[in-house]
């Protein structure tokens, strides 16, 4: 099986910076797109960011200019660097991965359990 795990949440202050990281495992042949979205207190589930198996980045408009997603193909890890953090970007973190594996079923979308981020204010 493909498994995620994310790390890198925790407490933080306004204004203050993490760095989340996902990790995927298993009998991957390639990764394709790599998402990070995020459910806060009271709210449904949303996107953050996004990178594509070519390398394109898409954000919600509210992590632009503060949050960074990048990945690692090599170790097969997906990074989100957020900065200047708010109260409201307090949330479960969780990534997603698509792609193949070198074995049957091929085809994989997995994601991860989630790492808490809080923003104190």
């Known amino acids: 099986q493909v498994q995620l795990v994310e790390s890198g949440g925790g407490l933080v202050q306004a204004g203050g910076s993490l760095r989340l990281s996902c990790a995927a495992s298993?009998?991957?042949?390639?990764?394709?797109?790599m998402e990070w979205y995020r459910r806060a207190p009271g709210k449904q589930r949303e996107l953050v960011a996004r990178i594509t198996n070519f390398g394109i980045m898409e954000y919600a408009d509210f992590a632009k200019g503060r949050f960074t997603i990048s990945r690692d193909n090599s170790k097969n890890i997906v990074y989100l660097q957020m900065n200047n953090l708010k109260p409201q970007d307090t949330a479960v973190y969780s990534c997603?991965?698509?792609?193949?594996?070198?074995?049957?079923?091929?085809?994989?979308?997995?994601w991860g359990p989630g790492t808490l981020v809080t923003v104190s204010s």
């Open positions: 298993g009998p991957i042949w390639r990764i394709d797109n």
């Open positions: 997603n991965a698509s792609g193949e594996k070198t074995v049957q079923p091929r085809y994989f979308d997995v």
